[in-house]
């Protein structure tokens, strides 16, 4: 059994949304640009990628007034070739949940298992009226993907540990990632955007349930505290400044 060695973040560039929705109904009226980005996980096992950030092209037809910014370089392919990968190298990818902003790059991955919550599939095909916007890239559904779909907690591979996470969506998960010689990493996704949210138990205005969404920001911190993990926020412009960006990675 031998842990990952190496977590690098790909950039896939960023959005803007209205700072209520980032800190659910406070804050009306202040557009926030924020970040996107994917976590690419080196393991003895494989090379394991969990989420894919977003699309440009389905971004500027469904969702054009999140004024996305995205070079070519933050694309998914090209994030890969900077740390010496192709896409149909990737042999695992996990989506944490299936919102345009975390699959827009799956159909590049030809050659990975996809895994996802079995709900979250489920309702990503047919979402909620509220829900629509959020799934409205479908282009990770195509003939050639290969699902996994997954339920409750579980272990991608020695070290890469997922935990159920829902209340953003139906299905999300969030991913800690063992290594030797450092703190664990925790990836808690959308269960909470920004270290002062997170402070506050305070989920994105995004939401399939908000009751479950509060246990689940509960359940990371209490999960960090027993692992005494890192934690990465997913959409903090502030935050996201001072991480490391691939080629450069955690070890
Ligand atoms: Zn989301």
Same mark, same amino acid.
């Given at each position: 059994?031998? $842990? !990952?060695?190496?977590?690098?973040?790909?950039?896939?560039?960023?959005? *803007?949304?209205? /700072? &209520?929705?980032?800190? +659910?109904?406070?804050?009306?009226?202040?557009?926030? =640009?924020?970040?996107?980005?994917?976590?690419?996980?080196?393991?003895?096992?494989?090379?394991?990628?969990?989420?894919?950030?977003?699309?440009?092209?389905? *971004? %500027?037809?469904?969702?054009?007034?999140?004024?996305?910014? @995205?070079?070519? /370089?933050?694309?998914?392919?090209? @994030?890969?070739?900077?740390?010496?990968?192709?896409?149909?190298?990737?042999?695992?990818?996990? %989506? &944490?949940?299936?919102?345009?902003?975390?699959?827009?790059?799956?159909?590049?991955?030809?050659?990975?298992?996809? +895994?996802?919550?079995?709900?979250?599939?489920?309702?990503?095909?047919?979402?909620?009226?509220?829900?629509?916007?959020? #799934?409205?890239?479908?282009? +990770?559904?195509?003939?050639?993907? $290969?699902?996994?779909?997954?339920?409750?907690?579980?272990?991608?591979?020695?070290?890469?540990?997922?935990?159920?996470?829902?209340?953003?969506?139906?299905?999300?998960?969030?991913?800690?990632?063992?290594?030797?010689? =450092?703190?664990?990493?925790?990836?808690?996704?959308?269960?909470?955007?920004?270290? !002062? !949210?997170?402070?506050?138990? @305070? /989920?994105?205005?995004?939401?399939?349930?908000?009751? !479950?969404? *509060?246990? &689940?920001?509960?359940?990371?911190? /209490?999960?960090? $505290?027993? +692992?005494?993990?890192?934690?990465?926020?997913?959409?903090?412009?502030?935050?996201?400044?001072?991480? $490391?960006?691939?080629?450069?990675? #955690?070890?």
């Amino acid at each position: 059994m031998a $842990k !990952a060695t190496k977590v690098r973040l790909l950039d896939s560039g960023t959005l *803007v949304i209205d /700072q &209520s929705h980032i800190t +659910w109904n406070v804050g009306c009226g202040t557009p926030v =640009r924020f970040p996107v980005y994917s976590v690419l996980v080196e393991h003895p096992d494989g090379l394991i990628m969990f989420d894919t950030g977003y699309d440009l092209d389905v *971004v %500027n037809e469904f969702l054009p007034f999140e004024l996305p910014e @995205q070079t070519e /370089q933050q694309t998914v392919p090209a @994030q890969l070739e900077l740390c010496g990968f192709k896409p149909d190298d990737v042999d695992v990818l996990v %989506n &944490s949940h299936l919102h345009f902003d975390h699959c827009g790059g799956n159909r590049h991955l030809t050659s990975a298992t996809v +895994w996802m919550h079995e709900l979250e599939i489920r309702e990503a095909r047919s979402p909620e009226p509220f829900e629509r916007l959020g #799934y409205a890239d479908k282009t +990770w559904d195509h003939a050639e993907a $290969k699902f996994n779909l997954i339920s409750g907690d579980l272990t991608v591979a020695d070290g890469v540990h997922l935990f159920y996470t829902p209340g953003h969506t139906i299905g999300h998960y969030s991913m800690l990632v063992e290594m030797d010689g =450092r703190k664990p990493l925790m990836f808690m996704a959308d269960v909470s955007y920004t270290p !002062a !949210a997170y402070a506050a138990d @305070q /989920q994105a205005g995004f939401h399939n349930d908000p009751v !479950a969404g *509060v246990r &689940s920001i509960r359940r990371i911190k /209490q999960l960090v $505290k027993e +692992w005494d993990a890192e934690v990465f926020f997913t959409h903090d412009m502030d935050v996201f400044g001072t991480y $490391k960006l691939a080629p450069d990675h #955690y070890a």
